[in-house]
């Protein structure tokens, strides 16, 4: 159950200090990336860094990652059991996420980190993240309509939610390319609560010349090279204030070595296919998200006279005929499917598999191009058998995205 509110993290955190500071990261979509090209940064310095971003990928304990590993299994279980037993014994009732929140933060003050690049689970002002006091810099990403239930119907409703995150004396970098009454409302906040600044990329900014001359620039989405300007900023303000003899510079090379699972990631699939098979993984799970999947597919993957194979599952609750007309083309074939439980997650619930193929045929996909599937394993084989060496895409779902990465890793164990 999701219950948004800083009373009980406040309560689970009274006796932890955070002696570390913080890139706080907050938005509707790019968050993560941001986050993975700021640690991959920090740690190319020697910066001792520790990211918390969710929901997890394969593991609980792969959200939390120090100087890009993740986190000892036996060492979560320690810290969380902890955590636990602290909630128990004051019943405070914590969420799931507060828990794990909670976690985090422990992990990071055992592990003596210097920066922390904490990722907002869900909005921003009353996220359990938000519980940080006195974060290094705040960073604000692309902004639209996600959560609707929670933090609003209207996108400048979500986004004042996101820039609850901003705190009084300190710099808050901001994508530019948000809608004008997103920036209106950042631009309002950051007077109210006394930001150092609001610092909008790339209109305030120009660091592109040297930054394109180390990224390769024409290899990344136009998304993507604003998450890359967004992390550097928001590294660049972090060594100014605590790193000096840094350059932001000097780590930009680590840039194109960093790993973010589950967006635009292409893998291979061998071991479960029983061939050299590649597939492409994304959890776009809303419009915004699901728009550059479709334009990166469209641009880099769709073959003439061959139709993409989609297997796509979604959450409870989406749009789904909003999230498939910026995916399917005509011709393309479809494998709904249906993830399973989520750990740590119970309240998340998968859409039924028919649901996502009657919306599929709303947008006129032909009924001999629709397949519905059970488990996941045969779902896969199946979609590898009717891509038939053509594109093949999971989709729809971080969750799938997760279930689709722990069966791979099972049969790779399994064939050793």
Not at 299 to 313: F, G, N, Y
């Amino acid at each position: 159950m999701i219950e948004l509110g800083l009373a009980r993290i406040t309560r689970l955190l009274k006796d932890t200090p955070i002696p570390w500071r913080a890139i706080h990261v907050a938005g509707t979509n790019g968050k993560g990336s941001v986050c993975a090209y700021a640690s991959a940064m920090l740690n190319a310095g020697n910066v001792n860094c520790g990211r918390f971003t969710s929901p997890h990928l394969i593991d609980r304990w792969d959200c939390i990652t120090i100087n890009e590993k993740s986190v000892d299994e036996a060492l979560f279980r320690e810290v969380e059991a902890i955590v636990k037993t602290k909630d128990q014994r004051e019943d405070i009732k914590a969420s799931e996420f507060e828990i794990l929140t909670a976690t985090a933060f422990e992990i990071f003050n055992r592990e003596r980190i210097e920066i922390g690049v904490i990722e907002v689970g869900l909005g921003g002002r009353h996220d359990a993240t938000n519980a940080l006091e006195h974060p290094a810099v705040t960073v604000i990403t692309k902004i639209g309509q996600d959560h609707q239930s929670f933090l609003g119907s209207k996108v400048e409703e979500i986004a004042l939610h996101k820039a609850g995150i901003m705190k009084n004396g300190v710099h808050c970098i901001a994508d530019g390319s948000n809608i004008p009454g997103v920036l209106q409302v950042l631009k309002r906040n950051a007077a109210e609560v006394g930001a150092a600044s609001l610092l909008l990329v790339p209109q305030d900014t120009d660091p592109a010349g040297q930054v394109w001359n180390v990224v390769a620039k024409e290899e990344l989405m136009d998304h993507q090279q604003m998450n890359v300007c967004l992390a550097f900023e928001a590294v660049k303000e972090v060594l100014s204030l605590y790193y000096p003899s840094l350059d932001p510079f000097w780590l930009l090379p680590a840039i194109p070595n960093a790993v973010w699972p589950g967006r635009l990631q292409i893998i291979n699939i061998r071991s479960l296919a029983g061939g050299e098979r590649e597939l492409l993984l994304d959890g776009a799970h809303n419009s915004q998200s699901a728009e550059v999947l479709g334009t990166y597919v469209d641009q880099r993957l769709r073959e003439k006279h061959r139709p993409v194979t989609w297997m796509i599952a979604m959450s409870k609750g989406k749009d789904i005929q909003e999230l498939l007309c910026f995916l399917l083309r005509s011709g393309d074939n479809v494998v709904a499917v249906e993830f399973g439980p989520v750990d740590g997650m119970p309240w998340v619930c998968p859409e039924e598999a028919d649901s996502i193929l009657g919306a599929a045929r709303g947008l006129g996909v032909s009924e001999s191009s629709l397949t519905l599937s059970g488990n996941l394993a045969p779902a896969l084989q199946l979609a590898v058998q009717i891509a038939d060496g053509g594109p093949l895409v999971v989709a729809g779902s971080l969750y799938l995205v997760s279930d689709v990465l722990r069966l791979l890793r099972q049969a790779e164990l399994l064939s050793k």
